[in-house]
């Protein structure tokens, strides 16, 4: 597995475990269908979570929160509804963003509730 790949899952696996130990339920991890995906989606409090996570070995090029652009939120909303409608759900929902800068014990997790809103919800 590539070393950016690698950083991508620890960084994955991070952000479960972080969002378990505050007492979110995970509905599904790196879900598909097609060409959509999202990184995690969770359940807390009767709120569906549909979580971003970005990682970066460090903050030189930026913050892993501004790679998020409005082009990929559109995609997350869009994956997101699609998410919903296949499970037929019917909970508010929100969008989060799970910042993670660093590697190994040397990392910085920035959790980001309710990023941006979808106009569908």
């Not at 269908?33 to 709120?47: F, M, P, S, T």
């Amino acid at each position: 597995m590539a070393l950016h790949n690698e950083l991508g899952k620890d960084g994955e696996d991070l952000a479960a475990e972080y969002l378990i130990e505050h007492g979110y339920r995970i509905r599904h991890r790196n879900w598909r269908c097609g060409k959509k995906e999202l990184d995690i989606v969770a359940q807390k409090d009767g709120v569906i979570v549909f979580v971003e996570v970005k990682t970066r070995s460090n903050d030189r090029f930026g913050s892993p929160v501004e790679s998020v652009t409005e082009q990929k939120m559109r995609r997350l909303m869009n994956a997101a509804n699609t998410y919903v409608n296949c499970y037929n759900l019917d909970f508010p929902v929100r969008f989060d963003i799970l910042s993670i800068v660093g590697v190994s014990s040397d990392r910085q997790l920035i959790h980001i509730e309710d990023a941006f809103s979808s106009p569908v919800w």
